[in-house]
């Protein structure tokens, strides 16, 4: 079930000069919920972010602090979360007929004293991986 689906801005720190502050696009699930029965996930809920183009910063640069954010501001255990970066697809070259793929990676984190820290990136797996991008999907197909 999607919890929330909407840009979400952070602020950064320096006080009055925002340092790294951007906003994203930010998408969290609960598998607990909704029709998705069946399989009992160890990490029910998914955040999915994106980086999106009125961002000063991207999501890869700022993600331990992006996430230290989402937990507080939506109250999510971080042990039953999955955190995503999503790049989507695109195409270029002289007749868009070069392709760039999606691109998912799952961000592991260690918490300390309720900030995320030494973020580390790997490639989804492959099931994993498809319940992202039907998720994703869903979405894209609500705008």
């Not at 909407?6 to 000069?17: M, P, S, T, V």
């Amino acid at each position: 079930m999607l919890i929330h689906d909407d840009i979400y801005a952070w602020e950064g720190w320096g006080g009055k000069l925002k340092l790294a502050s951007g906003c994203c696009r930010l998408r969290i699930f609960d598998l607990k919920r909704g029709s998705r029965g069946g399989l009992a996930h160890l990490r029910p809920i998914i955040a999915i972010v994106s980086d999106v183009p009125e961002s000063g910063m991207s999501v890869k640069s700022c993600t331990s602090h992006i996430a230290t954010n989402v937990v507080r501001d939506f109250q999510i255990d971080p042990d039953r979360m999955v955190w995503v970066e999503y790049d989507p697809g695109r195409t270029y070259g002289p007749g868009g007929d070069r392709i760039i793929p999606d691109k998912y990676e799952r961000v592991d984190f260690v918490w300390h004293d309720g900030k995320a820290i030494q973020p580390k990136w790997r490639h989804l797996k492959p099931d994993m991986e498809a319940i992202v991008a039907e998720l994703i999907a869903e979405t894209d197909a609500t705008d």
